[in-house]
């Protein structure tokens, strides 16, 4: 088959370019063929992979979950859809951990090299595809503000100084959704959509049972209580997500959702766009890598 590598030569604290040699090795002793790519700008890989989608049979993607957001783009606008396997090197690597994926490169490249990739649902809020989260509210900018020097330096801690600063901000802002013929209004502090059960390296246990290919999404409105809010909202990811009595949280396909123009949406880790939105899910949309344990735990049986 053929593969074409590509990756984020600034994403994470490490340089990826220090495992070339190894995938190269491995391609040489295999029957496969491999392309490197390396990314040149914000949103290269987006061009690349729309590009390239009808010419591979495989992407491999090395970087963050920003990266992988960007080759999701463009291989969903693509007619033809290559498999993807992701090869974690930035910092949080959510959506590879999702998916039972490590830095172990090796590992890695021998799923991606034996196994048959599975179909999983594929996100889209207004234009934008994304894999696994989309928030607005508290917290939610904490992945985008920080600057890559910080990063670099400081690596997940930067996220963890970022989030206590954030908390000290006010947050509280109208929210009208409507799903599944149904329309609720509320006052909200933060909205977090997830596909699976871990945004942020967290593991959150106990925020939904989902399947990454039921073709459901699901969403957790916090609501800006009277008191001590911020201190509820911190008590349930605390408790691993675990829904508060005052909160809503739906599963659907399909959220309408109306808000005031300044706020601000997150999708993947990655800045999405402002005010009102519409997410909706694409049932097994894309062809994708997992480890056998996740495909036996998170997917449904075909």
Not at 127 to 141: D, E, H, I
Request: with cysteine; aromatic share 12%.
């Amino acid at each position: 088959m053929k593969y074409l590598l590509m990756y984020n030569p600034v994403s994470g604290r490490s340089n990826f370019k220090i495992n070339l040699p190894l995938i190269k090795k491995i391609f040489n002793q295999s029957h496969h063929s491999l392309t490197i790519y390396e990314s040149k700008a914000a949103k290269d890989l987006e061009r690349v992979a729309f590009e390239q989608a009808k010419h591979y049979d495989v992407f491999l993607v090395a970087g963050g979950d920003g990266t992988a957001n960007e080759v999701l783009n463009g291989v969903m606008k693509s007619p033809i859809k290559p498999a993807i396997g992701l090869l974690p090197s930035g910092t949080a690597n959510d959506t590879a951990a999702i998916l039972g994926v490590n830095k172990n490169i090796k590992r890695s490249l021998k799923i991606y090299m034996n196994e048959t990739p599975v179909l999983i649902d594929v996100n889209k809020i207004n234009n934008q595809y994304f894999f696994y989260t989309a928030a607005s509210g508290l917290l939610t900018r904490v992945s985008y503000d920080i600057s890559r020097r910080h990063i670099k330096k400081y690596g997940y801690l930067a996220y963890m100084i970022a989030a206590v600063k954030d908390l000290s901000n006010e947050y509280r802002y109208p929210v009208r959704v409507k799903y599944d013929g149904q329309v609720v209004s509320m006052e909200c502090a933060m909205i977090l959509g997830l596909s699976s059960n871990r945004v942020g390296g967290m593991r959150l246990i106990n925020f939904s049972k989902s399947r990454l290919n039921d073709g459901l999404f699901e969403l957790r409105f916090f609501k800006r209580v009277k008191s001590f809010w911020r201190f509820r909202l911190l008590s349930s990811f605390i408790r691993g997500g675990k829904k508060l009595r005052e909160d809503l949280h739906i599963s659907s396909n399909r959220f309408e959702i109306e808000t005031s123009s300044n706020v601000d949406w997150n999708a993947d880790g990655e800045f999405s766009c402002k005010g009102s939105v519409v997410i909706e899910t694409v049932q097994e949309a894309l062809s994708i890598y997992a480890h056998p344990k996740v495909k036996k735990k998170y997917f449904l049986p075909k």
